[in-house]
């Protein structure tokens, strides 16, 4: 009889054995098969739908206790497809938050915490306008993932943000620690230009204009050259220097992405400057000499009656050498009296103001410090 029992108890257990393996894969099945139905709800654009039943599978997952890998797997797309569904379509910004800090703390590691702690940041930024908690989220993307290349992006939103916060000083250091860590990044670059805007805006022009000089050292591409340039120009317009400040501005006009911003600039510089100097007087820079005689500036007259600093340039002249576009054609010589009259009258109301063809205005690259209402 006992040799009978111990024969019987092993072909239970295995039946136990068979059931719970039955129940699991059964559990698996409903589990795949709820995330499928999410995602065909998700497709079809019915999100507050998709993302109850993502929720509902969440906790079942949850309360199961420990996963295996297929089951944490389930587990962080879950997650995933939670914050953005929350963040991008419903627009519930604190339950996306939520979510992906979740993610993150149960799967540290994976790409999809990068993602996840990139977007919170992000949301922090700019979603729910809260900088120090952004700034907090941007630190530990870093710290979490100091090898990825994307996290140059997180310092240098670290920098930007303090910038907002008008903590120049902080801006200026998480910017020298980017520049230190990743030298030859494009980011580098943009943390230098960030360095020289906080000392513009600290009304320290000398050492903004050495950080700008020396970013142009480095070759930057055309659009950050043509933005360095325009602050560049802002810089000697407030150290009184308006010839410079002209020379500048139209040495940045033809790349930079909101060129009637500088021609606005170029206006009120003239506005106020009645008589300049010759642009062979002045002691500028040969990448600035080279820009101004280069062929790409907007009007595409001679360096000097383009960068409107001759002398003796009247605006009747100046009319007159303006290409077709934006004013009127100039009638030939030789015409009635009455009708040169009018157009004499016509280019009096021009003003000092070069007149530059007009360039459909484009969305600006980044915003000028510079600029004043």
């Known amino acids: 009889m006992m040799n009978h029992a111990m ?12 059931t719970l393996i039955l129940a699991l894969a ?49 587990r962080l ?29 149960l799967h540290p590691k994976t790409d999809a915490a990068f993602a996840a702690q990139a977007t919170v940041a992000d949301i922090y930024h700019h979603k729910l306008g809260d900088l120090q908690a952004a700034i907090d989220a941007y630190q530990q993307l870093v710290k979490g993932f100091p090898n990825r290349p994307e996290t140059q992006r997180a310092q240098l939103q670290i920098a930007n943000a303090y910038f907002l916060l008008k903590n120049y000083e902080q801006a200026r250091t998480e910017s020298e620690f980017l520049i230190n860590h990743w030298p030859q990044s494009a980011e580098a670059l943009q943390a230098r ?26 070759k930057p591409d055309k659009s950050l050259t043509s933005l360095v340039l325009f602050e560049l120009g802002n810089c000697f317009q407030e150290l009184a220097q308006p010839e410079r400040a002209l020379a500048y501005y139209y040495a940045c ?9 500088v ?24 990448y600035i000499k ?16 383009q960068a409107g600093i001759m002398e003796d340039n009247t605006p009747e002249e100046r009319v007159r050498e303006a290409p077709k576009g934006n004013h009127e054609e100039i009638t030939p010589a030789g015409e009635p009296a009455k009708t040169k009259k009018k157009r004499k009258a ?21 915003e000028p410090v510079g600029e004043t209402p």
């Open 290 to 305: 080279e820009r101004l005689s280069s062929g790409k500036r907007a009007a595409g007259e001679s360096s000097g009656r």
């Open 77 to 105: 797309l879950v997650l995933d497809r939670l914050g953005k569904i929350n963040s991008l379509y419903l627009h519930d910004y604190a339950t996306a938050v939520s979510d992906y800090q979740l993610l993150v703390r």
């Open 346 to 366: 016509k280019a009096d109301d021009v003003g000092d103001a070069t007149p530059v063809e007009a360039a459909p205005e484009p969305a600006p690259v980044a």
């Open 26 to 74: 059964s559990c698996r099945t409903d589990i795949q098969s709820g995330i499928d139905e999410a995602n065909d709800l998700l497709y079809r654009k019915q999100y507050v739908a998709s993302e109850r039943l993502y929720r509902k599978l969440l906790k079942r997952l949850e309360n199961r206790g420990d996963l295996d890998d297929e089951e944490e797997a389930q």
């Open 253 to 261: 006009l033809a790349d930079h992405p909101d060129p009637l911003l």
């Open 193 to 218: 230009f960030q360095i020289a805007n906080s000392y513009y805006v600290q009304s320290r022009y000398a050492e903004a204009i050495a950080v700008y000089e020396r970013l142009l050292e480095e």
């Open 7 to 18: 024969t019987i108890r092993p072909c239970r257990s295995m039946a136990g054995c068979l």
């Open 263 to 286: 021609q606005r600039k170029i206006k009120r510089v003239r506005e106020r400057t009645q008589k300049a100097k010759p642009v062979e007087q002045l002691d500028l820079p040969d």
